[in-house]
């Protein structure tokens, strides 16, 4: 069986962003949106007890400051991940920037306001991620009209090795 994690970024999704839809779909989320601030040893601390609750297999669904927790998680902890999932990645220079131990995809968009596609490319290189190019998808969230994302679930369904996704 594998689980399905939902990575959140600083601030609590709308509720017709796509995270929250798969939220209700059977993703789980870990940790649950805090919202602000983002404190990224209060997250990774999370993420590692949702990860270590279990010894199955986990694909990590990451939006927006929720990939810099999964790179320090990655930097301080192993566990049963099978692959993750990074969604318009913000790049502040004091991240993590080793490869990941397990698969990635990295969604990078065209006109993201909180990362250029040039510096979203290089992070994915810097982490050993696959890139997509999303086009011009803003931050793929419900302000750049993004409550259903579709393309979403297929990449996730690549990371599970054969897994479906809930919903």
């Known amino acids: 069986m594998t689980r399905f994690l939902l990575v959140p970024g600083r601030g609590v999704p709308l509720a017709n962003h796509w995270s929250r839809q798969w939220a209700r779909c059977g993703f789980v989320w870990a940790p649950p949106p805090p919202g602000p601030p983002y404190v990224a040893a209060d997250r990774v601390a999370a993420l590692q007890a949702v990860v270590a ?3 199955e297999s986990a694909v990590l669904v990451a939006h927006s400051a929720g990939c810099l927790t999964v790179a320090f ?9 099978a692959g993750a999932l990074l969604v318009t990645s913000p790049a502040p220079d004091d991240i993590p920037r080793r490869p990941l131990p397990f698969p990635a995809i990295m969604v990078v968009s065209r006109n993201d306001p909180h990362c ?9 290189g810097d982490w050993g991620a696959r890139v997509v190019d999303a086009g011009p998808v803003g931050h793929l969230d419900s302000t750049s009209g993004f409550g259903p994302w579709p393309d ?9 090795g054969g897994a479906v996704p809930p919903g």
């Open 152 to 160: 979403g679930e297929k990449l996730v369904a690549t990371l599970a």
């Open 53 to 55: 609750a279990s010894s």
């Open 116 to 124: 250029g596609f040039d510096d979203g490319v290089r992070l994915a």
């Open 73 to 81: 998680w990655a930097e301080q902890h192993t566990g049963p991940v």
